[in-house]
């Protein structure tokens, strides 16, 4: 399962912050089955290298601590990463998936060329590193960058930067 392989002997060091993250956020019993939506789960999976990353370029987070002692931060967090399906690549759509995420949020997927590479982008946030590892109930796509979760509205924006309004 997806929660077998983050916590494999040779992926436990490697991925301790999410795991961290998706039991404050209770989400590791869901990841550790069958989703009961039939078609499986994807996770866009950060190290604990993105986690760090996460964690310097957000204001009010200075550890995982801050995020796993707030667990309704850390639920949004994990399930956030979570779509409600399992997709491969190959299936990957240009825009948004076509299931939410577990936060009920929809997820984008560009393609980048370069030069001399190519490769996909989540939320124009993550680039996959490593795709399509294949669990009993999923799949797993490694990401260089965690996602940042929509934890607020426009409006709750708007009340935190008053320089802005709806009408004038």
């Known amino acids: 399962t997806i929660i077998d392989y983050i916590t494999a002997e040779e992926n436990k060091d490697k991925y301790s912050d999410f795991l961290k993250i998706l039991q404050a956020g209770d989400l590791d019993r869901t990841l550790s089955a069958y989703n009961s939506n039939g078609t499986g789960y994807t996770l866009f999976l950060p190290d604990n290298v993105a986690i760090q990353n996460f964690i310097n370029t957000t204001e009010g987070i ?32 240009f825009g948004a998936f076509p299931e939410p995420t577990l936060s009920e949020d929809y997820l984008t997927v ?27 109930n999923g799949y797993i796509h490694l990401i260089e960058t965690a996602l940042k979760p929509i934890t607020y509205t426009s409006y709750d924006w708007l009340v935190q930067n008053s320089g802005f309004s709806i009408i004038r």
């Open 62 to 93: 200075s550890s995982v601590n801050d995020i796993i002692n707030n667990p309704e931060y850390a639920a949004a967090f994990s399930r956030y990463h979570v779509v409600n399906m399992q997709i491969h690549t190959q299936d990957f759509p």
């Open 110 to 136: 560009s393609f980048i060329i370069e030069s001399d590479t190519s490769y996909y982008k989540i939320n124009n946030q993550a680039s996959v590193i490593y795709p399509n590892i294949e669990v009993s």
